[in-house]
Structure formats: structure tokens, C-alpha cells
């Protein structure tokens, strides 16, 4: 059974839809990876999955269980997180409070799962105390991650992770995905760094008008000469 399944799905922010019949599945051990040119469909297929647009037709089943307009509040609980690829930290909060808040549907100890996305992202445990809006760009995606850990989500929603990184931190945020599925967190993103990120998915996904153009590993889409020359800059 998939973790995540988008069957036939159109939906958007009111007026023409700009999702099309969307089809995307992935299952728990996977790396799902959405690509494809501006206004594609990539981000609001995340957002239709976390309840934060319209579904108008069509199927979203998480683990099962069909979520098609089920609000965040009640995701986060069944094993969703979402992390935006803007606005995703509160930058007047230090780095710990901003994780704490990740926690708080929990009503369990989470000290383990602090640590462990300490482990994951040294640079966080470092500036624990220094205010989220103070850090780097890498660095504030690292927290909007961790932070979206510590839910102990079964499956990680990524919006374009390394938008507006330097090379080093691309390099950095892709490893420690590739760390976070390990771990045993199913993960589907949106990357701008379209031959980079499908380097490392097992699932891949190409979307154009809000529609699914090509469906494979990631090596297969790689691979595909039309793929290349149309979404992967030749």
C-alpha cells in the first residue's frame, strides 16, 4: 500500500484549477521528488496533500485513509509534515523554541527526538539559543526540518529545500534528506535542482499544466533524452 496517493486529483485556490488530474505515489521507504518548469503544479500538489487548498475532484490517501480537504491540524496527527519553502521558521524565537513548536500536538517526552534531530543538524544544536531569524539561509532550513521532525511524521513534505541556498548547503540539505528517509520518514519534495535531487529518488515525477508528463525512478527520467532536453536543461 502507498504512503501517500494522489489519484485523478484537480484542485486549486479558486477560479481555474491549477491542479489537472495529478497522480503521484510513494511508498514508505521512498524518496518522491516533483519537477517540472514554473507554474506546473509542483508546490500546490504539496499543499494539496496538507489540506491548505481546495480539492475538487479526486482522491488523497495517506496511509490508507483519505484525507482529500482534511485540514493541517488534523494531518499532523496522522503522521504529515510540512515544510514551506518560504516563512518556515519563526524567526523571533531561538532555535530550540522554534523546535519545541514542532512538538506540540505531542503529549509524550520528545526530549529523545530533540536529540536526534540535534544529532542530524549539528549547526542547530550550536546556535540553540540564538534566534532563528539571526542564521543563515542553510541554516534556517535546517531548523524548519528539524522542527518538522519533531511531530515524528511518517511522511516529510519539502518545498524546494535548497531555494536560495549556496552550493555547499544544497549539497548538505540533499544529504541529510537522503539521512531523514533512513531513518525510516518517507519523504516527497519539490526541487528546483531538478538533475541534482532525482540523483538520489527512487520515485520521480514530472509535471507540466498541472499534469503528470513523465512517471519513473529518478535514474529512468535522468536517463530519458526527452526528460533531459525538456525539464533537465539538456
Not at 485513509?65 to 504529515?80: R, S, Y
Not at 511522511?155 to 552550493?167: I, K, R, V, W
Request: net charge neutral; glycine share 12%; charged share 20%.
Amino acid at each position: 500500500m502507498p504512503l501517500i496517493e494522489l489519484k485523478d486529483v484537480v484542485g486549486g485556490y479558486g477560479g481555474a484549477p491549477i491542479l489537472n488530474g495529478v497522480n503521484i505515489a510513494i511508498e514508505p521507504s521512498d524518496i518522491g521528488v516533483i519537477v517540472g518548469p514554473n507554474g506546473a503544479g509542483k508546490s500546490t500538489s504539496l499543499k494539496a496533500i496538507f489540506g491548505l487548498l481546495k480539492v475538487t475532484s479526486g482522491t488523497i490517501r495517506f496511509n490508507g485513509t483519505e484525507i482529500e480537504n482534511a485540514l493541517p491540524d488534523k494531518l499532523v496527527p496522522l503522521g504529515l509534515s510540512f515544510v514551506p519553502q518560504e516563512r518556515n521558521v519563526f524567526t523571533s524565537m531561538t532555535c530550540e523554541e522554534n523546535l519545541e513548536m514542532g512538538a506540540f500536538t505531542r503529549r509524550d517526552n520528545f526530549a529523545d527526538t530533540l536529540a536526534m534531530v540535534y544529532d542530524m543538524f549539528p549547526p542547530v544544536k550550536e546556535k540553540r539559543h540564538q534566534k532563528a531569524g539571526e542564521l543563515s539561509g542553510g541554516q534556517r532550513q535546517m531548523v524548519a526540518m528539524g522542527r518538522a521532525l519533531m511531530s515524528n511524521p511518517k511522511l516529510l513534505l519539502l518545498d524546494e529545500p535548497s531555494a536560495g541556498l549556496s552550493p555547499r548547503y544544497v549539497i548538505e540539505i540533499f544529504e541529510t534528506v537522503v539521512r531523514i528517509n533512513k531513518a525510516g520518514v518517507g519523504i516527497l519534495m519539490v526541487e528546483q535542482n531538478a538533475r541534482q535531487a532525482l540523483a538520489f529518488a527512487s520515485k520521480g515525477f514530472v509535471l507540466a499544466n498541472g499534469q503528470n508528463r513523465f512517471t519513473g525512478t529518478g535514474a529512468e527520467l535522468i536517463a530519458d533524452p526527452e526528460v533531459a532536453k525538456s525539464f533537465l536543461g539538456g
